[in-house]
């Protein structure tokens, strides 16, 4: 698939969350594979962590609805009503969950821990808005350009 072909019709806004979604997912997976290496953490813990968020990442990757703009021929994402309800819950989950997992894991072993659930949510969200974006440029018949 021809990356530039399709940046074409990407709002770049949706390019640069994306971006940003990559970097911080492998920044953290750089430092959970350190731990890991390191024998702060247990490499079931860190795939437990990275599996919980990417299932939180695929849900959360709702916030953003995406749809095509006739008027900018772009791919757009828009936080709607029902995105507006899981940012709520999402926000609610990220300020609380070093308080609720702090009562089963301590030190080292909860910051990876976060860590891992931090990364696998940014991979969700990075392979969910992925799938959408196909999902689109195929309805269109633009993907099959591509093939």
């Known amino acids: 698939m021809n990356k530039q072909f399709i940046r074409k019709y990407l709002k770049p806004r949706l390019i640069m969350r994306l971006r940003i979604y990559s970097a ?7 430092i959970i594979a350190f731990e890991v290496l390191q024998h702060t953490v ?3 813990l860190a795939a437990c962590g ?8 695929t849900i959360v990757s709702r916030m953003y609805h ?7 021929s772009y791919v ?12 709520v819950f999402y926000l609610i989950f990220v300020f609380t969950r070093t308080h609720f997992l702090g009562y089963w894991i301590q030190g080292a072993p909860l910051l990876a ?5 931090t990364s696998g949510t940014m991979l969700g969200r990075v392979m969910s808005t ?3 974006i196909n999902k689109i440029l195929k309805a269109l018949k633009i993907y099959d350009v591509l093939s």
Do not use: N, P, Q, Y
Not at 50 to 57: H, L, N
Not at 113 to 117: A, E, G, P, R, V
């Open 24 to 30: 911080v997912m492998i920044i953290m997976m750089v």
């Open 42 to 44: 247990t490499i079931s």
């Open 50 to 57: 990275i599996i919980i968020g990417f299932v939180i990442g």
């Open 66 to 72: 995406l749809s095509w703009d006739e008027e900018t």
């Open 76 to 87: 757009i994402g828009r936080i709607d009503k029902i995105g507006a309800f899981i940012l």
């Open 113 to 117: 821990l976060i860590l891992s659930i």
């Open 130 to 132: 992925r799938k959408g």
